[in-house]
């Protein structure tokens, strides 16, 4: 399983931001449309780094 780390989750983000600029550039999708994507893409990610944050803390919750 590939683990998310807060650096790898950026670099998905900066991926994703870029990528959706490039196809608004060339007219695949609106402007619209791409805020959507990458706000999907962050829900998705921040969702993953929950999980991942949950499996780090103590069965008890002390540490």
Known sequence: MITLTPARRRFIYRLLVAIA??????GRMSQAEAAQWVGLAAIILGGAGNVLA???VPP???R
């Open 21 to 26: 600029a490039v196809a608004v550039v060339y």
């Open 54 to 56: 949950d499996r780090n």
């Open 60 to 62: 008890d919750g002390d």
